[in-house]
């Protein structure tokens, strides 16, 4: 992988992480729903540090369920639901280690273009479409991943110059302009259920 420019305003340590391990960058997506962003990939962080030591997938595949939840659940629990993110990073690591010998980097190193990255993604428990494609435009943008018609098969989310995911944070600045768009959508939603 490519030097990252992603940078979270979180532990300096938890942003190298994300850089050299692709099973953290990779967790960390599994993460990034109903919790802050910066909460979701900095929980592998704090996951190495509760273990002492950084997991494989074929680990964390075979982990014990209860231990693995007790782990999440810690204070301050690592996701607002411990036990079902729990559950779904362990099915995550088992389609790691069943299709991909436990190499998360093998989920997308060997693609030959972004409409096969997105179905690859798209096939992790999880992952619906809108959250794979902000993954492939996470990256593409972040980490120089950029099989033929990648920004096609991530959609809007792989747009230059766009703040609509994580995908697009490299600073302050832009992680606010992220945020802005995510507060649009929120509202126009509602405001269409409103109208509904």
């Known amino acids: 992988m490519v030097p990252m420019t992603l940078v979270l305003p979180i532990d300096p340590e938890a942003n190298r992480l994300l850089e050299r391990s692709p099973l953290a960058l990779l967790l960390g997506m599994v993460l990034d729903q ?18 002492g030591h950084e997991p494989d997938a074929a680990e964390l595949a075979g982990y014990d369920p209860e231990a693995l939840v007790a782990l999440f659940a810690e204070p301050p629990a690592l996701h607002r639901f411990p036990k079902a993110m729990a559950a779904r990073v362990q099915e995550v690591c088992r389609v790691l280690v069943n299709r991909y010998d436990g190499d998360a980097a093998r989920l997308w190193s060997d693609v030959t273009d972004g409409p096969e990255l997105l179905r690859r993604v798209t ?15 996470l990256l593409g943008k972040r980490f120089g991943v950029t099989p033929q018609d990648w920004r096609t098969a991530a959609g809007a989310y792989g747009d230059p110059g766009a703040y609509r995911s994580v995908a697009d ?28």
């Open 123 to 137: 096939e992790l428990p999880g992952f619906g479409r809108q959250k794979a494609q902000i993954f492939v435009a």
């Open 169 to 196: 944070v490299t600073d302050a600045d832009s992680l606010r302009k992220v945020r802005d768009f995510k507060q649009q959508m929120k509202a126009a939603a509602k405001a269409k259920a409103g109208g509904a």
């Open 34 to 51: 109903q919790v802050p962003m910066e909460k979701a990939f900095s929980s592998p962080y704090v996951l190495v540090q509760r273990l």
